[in-house]
Every structure is written in structure tokens, then in C-alpha cells.
């Protein structure tokens, strides 16, 4: 899994680094960013990332959603086994939330909000946040908003 986005052209550390020390630049380092100090990050907060799908086409080269094509879903019952503590999935985005909200049958929710579901009689929590994608128009800080109240709620 490739997650720390050399490119730059997602916003999740800026994120994390606002959310747990207030300052976006916290895992940067120049165009990368730091990879250990993020690990040790999601290891200390139990914090676990995957995406909801393990294959996507891209159908314009962009980055919105409405042109991503799942061509293969990842087996989230399968994944949960592996995390047997996990309680809540928070969704970057539109596509990841439809995602799993038409497999599992759960109620979509708003933006910022959860909607309970169960998976193999594991009741779940999962939460819509907004996308981390520099293309979706919203300030850094407020995406930063959205992600602190479940980053620090969840337990």
C-alpha cells in the first residue's frame, strides 16, 4: 500500500499533522513525507488505512470521483478479521462512502456524520469525511475540522 503520495496531490498528513499537532507541515518534508513518523503516528492512535477498492480506472484524467470506476472492491469482512478492535471506517470521499454503503446496505451519511451498520455481527460506525484530494474545494483547515471530530472521538 502506497500512501505517502510523493506527488503531493493528497492532503492526508497535512491533515493528520493539523488534527494531532496542530500544524500542517508536521509529517512534510519537502515534496515527500515522513514516512516512519507517520507509521508510529497511526500505530499509537490504532489507526488503520486501507482503501475500498483494491483496482480503479480512471475514466478522465482527473482526480474527481464521478470519473473512478471500481473495477475491484477490497473484501472488507475479510480486512475487519485482521483488526478485530476496529469499531468505526471513516470514508475519504464520495465514492469510497457509496462504495460501502451499496454492498452493506448502510444508510449514506452526510458529510462529517456516521451511520451504524453490521458486518458479521460486528456492529460498525462509518463516518463520511470529506475527500483529502487537493481537487475538492474546501480550505485545508476546514477538511482538518471534519477530520478531528472523529479522529479524536473515536476511541
Known amino acids: 500500500m502506497d500512501f505517502f503520495?510523493?506527488?503531493?496531490?493528497?492532503?492526508?498528513w497535512e491533515i493528520f499533522g493539523l488534527v494531532f499537532f496542530g500544524d500542517s507541515q508536521h509529517?512534510?518534508?519537502g515534496k515527500t513525507f515522513?514516512?516512519?513518523?507517520?507509521?508510529r503516528l497511526l500505530e499509537e492512535q490504532g489507526i488503520a488505512i486501507f482503501d475500498t477498492a483494491c483496482c480503479v480506472r480512471r475514466l478522465r484524467d482527473n482526480a474527481s470521483?464521478?470519473?473512478?470506476?471500481?473495477?475491484e472492491k477490497t473484501d472488507i469482512p475479510a480486512l475487519l478479521?485482521?483488526?478485530?478492535?476496529?469499531?468505526?471506517?471513516?470514508?475519504?470521499?464520495?465514492?469510497?462512502a457509496e462504495t460501502l454503503c451499496e454492498d452493506y446496505?448502510?444508510?449514506p451519511p452526510k458529510m462529517g456524520e456516521y451511520s451504524t451498520f453490521t458486518i458479521a455481527d460486528?456492529?460498525?460506525?462509518?463516518?463520511r469525511m470529506p475527500s483529502s484530494s487537493r481537487a475538492y474545494p474546501l480550505k485545508l483547515e476546514d477538511k482538518a475540522r471534519y477530520y478531528q471530530r472523529?479522529?479524536?472521538r473515536i476511541p
Open 5 to 12: 503520495y510523493p506527488n503531493r496531490t493528497n492532503q492526508m
Open 27 to 29: 509529517f512534510v518534508d
Open 34 to 39: 515522513r514516512k516512519e513518523d507517520i507509521i
Open 65 to 71: 470521483d464521478k470519473f473512478l470506476e471500481v473495477v
Open 81 to 96: 478479521e485482521k483488526i478485530p478492535l476496529c469499531t468505526d471506517i471513516v470514508c475519504t470521499g464520495q465514492k469510497s
Open 105 to 107: 446496505g448502510v444508510q
Open 122 to 127: 460486528r456492529p460498525l460506525r462509518l463516518w
Open 150 to 152: 472523529v479522529l479524536l
